[in-house]
């Protein structure tokens, strides 16, 4: 199965590029943290591509999914904003691309009801990414949202209809269960009289090509565990950062990710802010060691950064033009979801008055 979302990734890949008109993508982020070359090389960049493309592009901004796993919301407002900031400075443009909040849209999370009556309890136990993000708690009971985020996470891709869903390989189970809970809606509430028009998408991955950027302690890049380059830090914190990188005992640089993961994480990112090939960055290196290659890493990485920090910069000297964009986001997905919203009553005969 991993075998065929590869293969049907590259086909959408390819029709990406001569129709993007068709497709409608969904994509977005859990207000927990900052955004770090991960998520930029990972998944960013990829929404950045599609939308100057011409697909529309649709950026959730998962407020309520910060209480799958924790308590508090402390902050959420400012994590939020910065969130938006973050989007705005690496180039979504807000006057084509939706960005919104999941608090702020009533009749995605509407569809909740209904999709939660077409999933089995097994079924939401049994997906491998809910399980490992809960063994990632430490121990804390499982909370209802937790297990049905799968659900949610349906609802967010199914309410605009998106077809296409950038994710990495850990999140195609969750697509999996979009497509299951899409097909039996039909299935069960198709419009009548016209079955041949389903009232959802089924929608298909977009495979990460960069799925696996390593933090600075070797182990992938992630924003709770310390390890991550912070897309807003300042070119004197991201040196600091990249310095402590882990290395290996051999002075000599090569572009070997199999057996030397570290220097090789490194070399990529010299690789990915530069355009260039990784070899020929190792090759040229050679036995200039690895302080050699971190002072090269940390000038390619402000410099690829150092226009996307400035951006940052003037966007949080405006909040109110923030909040303008949020509640732009807002009103459009709002309109979206309650047209979508009206479909589903109507296929369930439910609409009165
Ligand atoms: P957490 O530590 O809370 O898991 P995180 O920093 O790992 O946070 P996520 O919210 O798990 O970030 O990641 C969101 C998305 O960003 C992922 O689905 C993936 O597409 C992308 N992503 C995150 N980290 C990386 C990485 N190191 N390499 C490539 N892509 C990444
Ligand atoms: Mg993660």
């Given at each position: 199965?991993?075998?065929?979302?590869?293969?049907?990734?590259?086909?959408?890949?390819?029709?990406?590029?001569?129709?993007?008109?068709?497709?409608?993508?969904?994509?977005?982020?859990?207000?927990?943290?900052?955004?770090?070359?991960?998520?930029?090389?990972?998944?960013?960049?990829?929404?950045?591509?599609?939308?100057?493309?011409?697909?529309?592009?649709?950026?959730?901004?998962?407020?309520?999914?910060?209480?799958?796993?924790?308590?508090?919301?402390?902050?959420?407002?400012?994590?939020?904003?910065?969130?938006?900031?973050?989007?705005?400075?690496?180039?979504?443009?807000?006057?084509?691309?939706?960005?919104?909040?999941?608090?702020?849209?009533?009749?995605?999370?509407?569809?909740?009801?209904?999709?939660?009556?077409?999933?089995?309890?097994?079924?939401?136990?049994?997906?491998?990414?809910?399980?490992?993000?809960?063994?990632?708690?430490?121990?804390?009971?499982?909370?209802?949202?937790?297990?049905?985020?799968?659900?949610?996470?349906?609802?967010?891709?199914?309410?605009?209809?998106?077809?296409?869903?950038?994710?990495?390989?850990?999140?195609?189970?969750?697509?999996?269960?979009?497509?299951?809970?899409?097909?039996?809606?039909?299935?069960?509430?198709?419009?009548?009289?016209?079955?041949?028009?389903?009232?959802?998408?089924?929608?298909?991955?977009?495979?990460s090509e960069v799925p696996n950027l390593l933090g600075t302690d070797g182990t992938k890049m992630s924003k709770s565990r310390g390890n991550t380059v912070e897309l807003r830090m300042s070119a004197d914190e991201t040196a600091k950062v990249l310095k402590k990188a882990v290395t290996d005992s051999d002075r000599r640089i090569t572009y070997d990710p199999a057996n030397r993961p570290e220097v090789s994480n490194l070399v990529l990112l010299a690789s990915l802010t530069t355009g260039r090939d990784p070899h020929q960055i190792a090759e040229e290196i050679g036995d200039g060691g690895s302080g050699t290659l971190k002072k090269l890493v940390t000038e390619s990485v402000n410099d690829y950064l150092a226009p996307v920090r400035a951006r940052r910069?003037?966007?949080?000297?405006?909040?109110?033009?923030?909040?303008?964009?949020?509640?732009?986001?807002?009103?459009?997905?709002?309109?979206?979801?309650?047209?979508?919203?009206?479909?589903?009553?109507?296929?369930?005969?439910?609409?009165?008055?």
């Amino acid at each position: 199965s991993l075998a065929r979302s590869l293969a049907r990734s590259l086909e959408i890949e390819k029709q990406l590029e001569t129709d993007p008109g068709r497709f409608r993508m969904l994509t977005g982020d859990r207000p927990t943290g900052h955004l770090h070359l991960g998520h930029y090389f990972g998944s960013l960049r990829n929404r950045v591509a599609l939308q100057d493309k011409g697909v529309d592009t649709f950026v959730l901004i998962a407020d309520y999914q910060v209480i799958t796993d924790r308590d508090s919301v402390d902050s959420i407002q400012e994590r939020v904003y910065s969130l938006l900031t973050d989007y705005l400075s690496i180039g979504l443009d807000p006057a084509r691309t939706t960005i919104f909040a999941h608090s702020a849209v009533p009749a995605l999370n509407q569809l909740m009801l209904p999709f939660l009556s077409l999933v089995t309890d097994s079924e939401l136990r049994r997906n491998p990414t809910v399980k490992a993000e809960q063994d990632a708690t430490g121990g804390r009971p499982m909370s209802g949202l937790m297990l049905t985020y799968p659900v949610h996470q349906a609802a967010d891709i199914l309410f605009c209809k998106a077809n296409v869903v950038p994710v990495g390989k850990d999140q195609l189970p969750h697509l999996e269960q979009t497509r299951v809970v899409a097909r039996r809606f039909d299935e069960r509430y198709g419009r009548a009289g016209d079955q041949a028009a389903p009232v959802f998408p089924q929608p298909d991955a977009l495979l990460s090509e960069v799925p696996n950027l390593l933090g600075t302690d070797g182990t992938k890049m992630s924003k709770s565990r310390g390890n991550t380059v912070e897309l807003r830090m300042s070119a004197d914190e991201t040196a600091k950062v990249l310095k402590k990188a882990v290395t290996d005992s051999d002075r000599r640089i090569t572009y070997d990710p199999a057996n030397r993961p570290e220097v090789s994480n490194l070399v990529l990112l010299a690789s990915l802010t530069t355009g260039r090939d990784p070899h020929q960055i190792a090759e040229e290196i050679g036995d200039g060691g690895s302080g050699t290659l971190k002072k090269l890493v940390t000038e390619s990485v402000n410099d690829y950064l150092a226009p996307v920090r400035a951006r940052r910069i003037e966007l949080e000297a405006d909040p109110a033009e923030l909040r303008r964009v949020l509640a732009e986001g807002n009103a459009r997905a709002n309109e979206v979801a309650e047209a979508t919203l009206g479909e589903v009553r109507e296929a369930m005969q439910m609409v009165y008055g």
